[in-house]
C-alpha cells in the first residue's frame, strides 16, 4: 500500500467522528426522495467544508441544503438525464452483434462521466464560476494534469462504494456517503493547490 493511500486512510480514520453524523443527517433528509438531491449537495458542502477546516456540523448542512439548493437540482439532472441517455443507448444497442464497438464506446463515456461527476460538485463549491460547462472543464483537467489524483480517489471510492452496495448496503446509512464525497473534496482542494503552486 502506497504511503499517500495510508495517508488517505487515517485522515478517514480520525475524521469519521463527523462524517457519521454527517451521513445519517444525509440519510434522514434523503428519506422523501424529492430532496434527496440537495441533501447530496449539502452533504458535499458539509464534506467540503471538514475539507478546508478540519470539522463540519449539522449546521453546516443545514446551511449547505439552503445555499445549494437550487445548484444541486442543476447537477443532479443534468447529471441525471445524461446518465440516462448513456444506460438508454446501452440497452437499445444490446442484442446486435455488430454494436459491439459501440456499446465498448458508451460503456466508456458512462465510466468517464461517472468519475468526472466525483470532482464536478466539489469544483462547483470552488469556482467563483459556477457555470457546469466550466466545472466539466476543470474536471476534465485534473484528469489530465493529474491522473494520480484522479484514478487514485476513484479507487478510493470504488473500494468504498462498491462492498456497499454488493456486501454491506447498511454502510450508506453510517458512513459510506459522506466518505466519498469527502475523498471527492479532498482530492479537488488537492489538485487547485497544486495548479496553485505551479503557477
Same mark, same amino acid.
Given at each position: 500500500? &502506497? ?34 438531491? $440537495? ?61 459491439? $464497438? ?36 476543470? &474536471? ?6 493529474? $491522473? ?14 462498491? $462492498? ?11 458512513? &459510506?456517503? &459522506? ?21
Amino acid at each position: 500500500m &502506497s504511503d499517500k493511500l495510508q495517508d488517505e486512510l487515517w485522515i478517514v480514520y480520525y475524521r469519521a467522528a463527523d462524517l457519521i453524523p454527517l451521513n445519517l443527517l444525509w440519510f434522514v433528509a434523503s428519506l422523501p426522495l424529492i430532496t434527496a438531491i $440537495p441533501a447530496l449537495g449539502a452533504l458535499f458542502y458539509a464534506t467540503n467544508h471538514m475539507a478546508h477546516r478540519g470539522s463540519s456540523s449539522w449546521r453546516v448542512f443545514m446551511e449547505g441544503f439552503r445555499r445549494c439548493f437550487g445548484l444541486s437540482w442543476r447537477w443532479g439532472l443534468m447529471t441525471t438525464v445524461i446518465l440516462g441517455i448513456l444506460f438508454f443507448l446501452l440497452w437499445f444497442y444490446r442484442d446486435m452483434d455488430w454494436a459491439y $464497438p459501440i456499446r465498448l464506446l458508451i460503456t466508456a463515456i458512462l465510466v468517464a462521466w461517472i468519475d468526472i461527476q466525483l470532482f464536478t460538485f466539489p469544483l462547483l463549491l470552488e469556482q467563483s464560476d459556477q457555470r457546469f460547462r466550466t466545472a466539466l472543464r476543470n &474536471s476534465g483537467v485534473i484528469f489530465i494534469r493529474w $491522473p494520480g489524483i484522479a484514478l487514485g480517489t476513484s479507487l478510493l471510492i470504488a473500494l468504498v462504494a462498491l $462492498p456497499s452496495i454488493f456486501l454491506f448496503p447498511p454502510a450508506w446509512i453510517f458512513l &459510506s456517503a &459522506s466518505l466519498c464525497t469527502y475523498l471527492s473534496n479532498r482530492a479537488v482542494l488537492r489538485a487547485i493547490s497544486k495548479l496553485k503552486a505551479a503557477g
